[in-house]
């Protein structure tokens, strides 16, 4: 079935450092691709997606291309802050089931 | 614009208690619509989706279930609850491939 692997966490770095979280998938068809963000105690926010193949998704500074040849998604931000600490989702939606499918998140910790 | 309702925020519940979480979409029609739930310092766990009213579709075994009498409207229940029912609850609804959205969440816990 479809399924969504990122790298584990904790990803601790020191303030202006650049961030990569890997993301790669399995899929039958060609699924949407989607990072979300959890900041501590609250809900799931869209971050930014990609619908199709070589789409670059970007908000808040980061990143990420949708790469069929890698089936990947990486996540980068050239700079990261204190303020993006929190936990990323990586996850993959097909149309054909509707599911919406998540990895198992990655804690990013920022220190200043 | 469309918005996503669920309550309520905390729950505390007995051992053995029933559960009811509701959750409502405005400004949209016919919008697929999920339950997840996030285990403390987990990931999620997709527990219940629907692409329309009456149909239900679950991910996995457990004391859980899931109805849709309306349109926009889920809701998750449980007739006993497990102390491994515990976890923050999130309703989502999606319009198609633009995206899953979520609301705020219910922490739930069973004592």
């Known amino acids: 079935g479809d399924s969504v692997t990122q790298m584990e966490g904790p990803v601790t770095l020191s303030e202006e450092a650049f961030l990569t979280i890997n993301c790669t998938y399995t899929?039958?068809?060609?699924?949407?691709l989607f990072w979300y963000v959890q900041y501590p105690g609250e809900g799931l926010q869209l971050l930014l997606k990609?619908?199709?193949?070589?789409d670059k998704g970007s908000n808040k500074g980061f990143e990420a291309t949708y790469r069929k040849e890698t089936t990947s998604f990486h996540l980068e931000k050239g700079s990261v802050q204190v303020s993006d600490s929190a936990v990323y989702f990586c996850?993959?939606?097909?149309?054909?089931?509707?599911?919406?499918?998540f990895g198992q998140g990655t804690t990013l910790q920022v220190k200043p | 614009s469309q918005t996503i309702h669920q309550w309520p925020a905390t729950l505390v519940q007995p051992v053995g208690s029933p559960l009811s979480l509701e959750c409502t979409v405005e400004?949209?029609?016919?919008?697929?619509l999920y339950w997840y739930r996030q285990a403390a310092g987990r990931g999620l766990q997709l527990l219940f989706y629907?692409?329309?009213?009456?149909?239900i579709s679950s991910e996995v075994p457990q004391n859980l279930s899931a109805s849709r009498p309306q349109d926009r409207q889920f809701i998750l229940s449980s007739k006993k609850l497990l102390l491994s029912d515990s976890g923050f609850y999130l309703c989502?609804?999606?319009?198609?491939?633009?995206?899953?959205?979520f609301g705020s969440g219910t922490q739930l816990s069973v004592l």
């Open positions: 989502a609804w999606s319009p198609g491939s633009a995206g899953v959205f």
């Open positions: 899929a039958t068809g060609y699924p949407s």
């Open positions: 990609a619908t199709k193949a070589d």
């Open positions: 996850a993959l939606f097909t149309g054909n089931t509707g599911k919406l499918i």
């Open positions: 400004g949209t029609s016919n919008p697929n």
């Open positions: 629907s692409v329309g009213i009456g149909q």
